[in-house]
T-cell receptor, first 112, second 114 residues
């Protein structure tokens, strides 16, 4: 089955700096890679996703890159703000199944 | 914006008791899922459900677990005889099409087994 590894487990940045979170996956059949933001005690919320037919996707301050050959994908947050502080999860899925396999999560702390 | 609704938000139960967690998916969604998250850990897939049957399940989803769509709106997860290690946040999710198009998660039910 799919295995998703996520690094780092914690990340502390100054407000205004960029943050990068990286994930690797094992199943070459995976073709959908969403990122979720989870605030304490709340539901995971989809913030951006990418499919395997593109290498990069951007939405305002958030971007995701995908390297299918190396089987890794990354989340980039620019101009971080204190409200970006949360746990971020990457995930992977493939067409044949509809389950998401999540990474272990990254706790992002943005210091004002 | 449509939401996935889960009840109760918190359930405390004694070990060995049966619990039913309830979810109301978004009305035009066809695919339904249960995930769990043990405190401080990753979100783990339990089961997916489509067309009134289980389409996929994980190793976690053993004989103690069952799912049901008893009517046109509710989607339930039953744990037959709860164990201490079943304590977790349980998230329901739904999607209009197959999960690769993104889920909407519910707000979760925190299950505490004592």
């Amino acid at each position: 089955g799919e295995n998703v590894e996520q690094h780092p487990s914690t990340l502390s940045v100054q407000e205004g700096d960029s943050a990068v979170i990286k994930c690797t996956y094992s199943d070459s059949a995976s073709n959908y890679f969403p990122w979720y933001k989870q605030e304490l005690g709340k539901r995971p919320q989809l913030i951006i996703d990418i499919r395997s037919n593109v290498g990069e996707k951007k939405d305002q301050r958030i971007a995701v890159t995908l390297n299918k050959t190396a089987k890794h994908f990354s989340l980039h947050i620019t101009e971080t703000q204190p409200e970006d502080s949360a746990v971020y999860f990457c995930a992977a899925s493939n067409n044949a199944g509809n389950m998401l396999t999540f990474g272990g999560g990254t706790r992002l702390m943005v210091k004002p | 914006e449509p939401e996935v609704t889960q009840t109760p938000s918190h359930q405390v139960t004694q070990m060995g008791q049966e619990v039913i967690l309830r979810c109301v998916p978004i009305s035009n969604h066809l695919y339904f899922y249960w995930y769990r998250q043990i405190l401080g850990q990753k979100v783990e897939f339990l089961v997916s459900f489509y067309n009134n049957e289980i389409s996929e399940k994980s190793e976690i989803f053993d004989d103690q677990f069952s799912v049901e769509r008893p009517d046109g709106s509710n989607f339930t997860l039953k744990i037959r005889s709860t164990k201490l290690e079943d304590s977790a946040m349980y998230f329901c999710a739904s999607s209009e099409r197959s999960g690769i198009y993104g889920y909407t998660f519910g707000s979760g039910t925190r299950l505490t087994v004592v």
